[in-house]
């Protein structure tokens, strides 16, 4: 009896694993998504330009105005296109919103080996929409 719960564990372990660094990676993609949509309707409302800064190196983003630092799963390779002119340093670099809603667009592709996920920034809209690589 025992044989077979020690077999049954070391099968399903993986398969957990497996959905926990999945689970992990979409619920980071989307507090992500959420934040970038956050810092838009503030540009929005105080009629302010606002950015959101990635440190691609750390794994961390923040919002230029004083918001707390938030990092990413430590698996997670984090890449960024944007708008030259938003490079911060060798490490960081913003999406920025304007106050009509639009942005120096950009996209933030997170993936861990298994699982890629995209979050898209319209550059004229300011839209904000998650794009699932499997």
Known sequence: MLVIIALALSITSPM????LSASKMKTATQYLAADLRQVRGEAIRSNAEQRLVLNLVERTYRVATGGAEKSLPENTQLTLFTAESERVDAESAAIRFYPDGSSTGGRV???DGKHQYEVDVNWLTGKVRILEQN
């Open 109 to 111: 592709t997170l993936e």
């Open 16 to 19: 957990l694993t497996g959905r």
